[in-house]
């Protein structure tokens, strides 16, 4: 124990003293100064152990030289990262440079060279609908007697819900508050996005007259905002309005 202590002691006070000279340094691959290893080019580490080649990362067929990537032409940056065919192009509208050509590959929807253009869209096409939100009671009765209601969705032309023009399926007995989607009754395509439609719920109470439960009016043009996948029917001035519908939609050009 007393040996222990005393050799302790000794290695203690041997670190603290040589701290400035090199005597219990090693530098494998570099040279010590005032006890601190210089790495020669390309190593890195206490005693200078690694080969920074084998951990660093140059891209598009660069080559690591004594630590430093060295880029083909066209490319720069420490991992040649950097495609110098697309510095100053600036794609618009989501578009993204493409690298081997120099140019925008643009989002459906847009051309040119910087996809500056927007097209004119020639069809939209509704696949299916999601019901977020209706009304949980008709003037405070319940929708059906016994269980929840069967909603369908329909689409109309004009500013009044009509549900003899476009209709989807039911969905049968549904809860408030659960959202569910419909993909039965689509594809319905549309090529004037800019003629006013209602779009509107309906329990369907079979062979009964079925009940109308809500709607909202508008233009689809209106709602374009680039071109979505997702439209949302929604009236913000009127939260508590109790509609909030979905479309699902693929665009043409
Ligand atoms: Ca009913
Ligand atoms: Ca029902
Ligand atoms: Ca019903």
Same mark, same amino acid.
């Given at each position: 124990m007393k040996n222990c202590l005393f050799f302790c002691f000794a290695i203690l006070l041997l670190t603290t003293s040589c701290k400035?000279?090199?005597?219990d340094v090693q530098c494998i691959n570099g040279s010590c100064d005032e006890g601190i290893c210089n790495c020669f080019p390309g190593f890195t580490g206490? =005693?200078? =152990?690694?080969?920074?080649c084998d951990t660093l990362v140059c891209m598009n067929d660069g080559e690591c030289v004594n630590g430093v990537c060295e880029c083909p032409e066209g490319f720069s940056g420490l991992n040649c990262e950097?495609?110098?065919?697309?510095?100053g192009v600036t794609c618009e509208n989501g578009g993204t440079c493409?690298?081997?050509?120099?140019?925008c590959d643009c989002l459906p929807g847009y051309s040119g060279d910087f996809c500056e253009n927007v097209l004119t869209p020639t069809n939209l096409r509704i696949t299916a609908v999601r019901i977020d939100d209706f009304p949980d009671t008709n003037n405070g009765a319940a929708w059906d007697a016994s269980d929840g209601p069967d909603i369908y969705f329909s689409i109309n032309t004009g500013t009044m819900p009509d549900n003899t023009q476009f209709t989807t399926s039911s969905t049968m007995n549904t809860t408030a508050g659960t959202s569910f989607t419909i993909t039965d009754g689509f594809p319905l395509d549309i090529t004037d996005i800019a003629t006013m439609r209602t779009f509107a719920l309906y329990d369907s109470d079979a062979p009964d007259a079925d009940e109308y439960m809500e709607a909202l009016s508008g233009k689809l043009s209106d709602l374009?905002?680039?071109?979505?996948t997702e439209m949302r029917l929604y009236d913000a001035n009127n939260p508590s309005l109790e509609f909030d519908v979905t479309l699902m939609v693929e665009w043409s050009f």
């Open positions: 400035d000279d090199c005597k206490d =005693e200078c =152990e690694t080969r920074i950097t495609n110098l065919a697309c510095q493409n690298t081997a050509t120099a140019t374009q905002l680039g071109f979505p």
